[in-house]
């Protein structure tokens, strides 16, 4: 069992940044794959990113890739987003997730993440 709580959310100007941090319960932290997610107001939850628990495969969905940059502190047990660049439709609850045996996969659905965060709001402004 793992429990997520995610922070540093806020309102943005558009072309700024934030960093996101999840940080996790429990002794085995390297041994989940953790994803981010983002869900905007009347939209489904989509993923922007994941990292394997090893730190050595990352993925990003293409609407962030290049501005969006995933990493991760296994001595700390937290996870981190860093969002530049950002744009208005970046605007969205931002959560993370975890999945069990994942220290060198990955995964990208929301369906195969056992473990979520509370999320933390993001709003970009124009």
């Known amino acids: 069992q793992v429990q997520l709580v995610e922070s540093g959310g806020g309102l943005v100007q558009a072309g700024g940044s934030l960093r996101l941090s999840c940080a996790a319960s429990?002794?085995?932290?390297?041994?989940?794959?953790m994803g981010w997610f983002r869900q905007a107001p009347g939209k489904e939850r989509e993923f922007v990113g994941a990292?394997?628990?090893?730190?050595?495969?990352?993925y990003y969905a293409d609407s962030v890739k290049g501005r969006f940059t995933i990493s991760r502190d296994n001595a700390k047990n937290t996870v981190y987003l860093q969002m530049n660049s950002l744009k208005p439709e970046d605007t969205a609850v931002y959560y993370c997730?975890?999945?069990?045996?994942?220290?060198?996969?990955?995964?990208?659905?929301?369906?195969?993440?056992?473990?979520w965060g509370q999320g933390t709001q993001v709003t970009v402004s124009s």
């Open positions: 997730a975890a999945r069990e045996k994942g220290l060198i996969r990955l995964w990208v659905s929301t369906s195969e993440y056992n473990y």
């Open positions: 429990g002794r085995t932290f390297i041994s989940y794959a």
């Open positions: 990292i394997s628990g090893s730190g050595g495969n990352i």
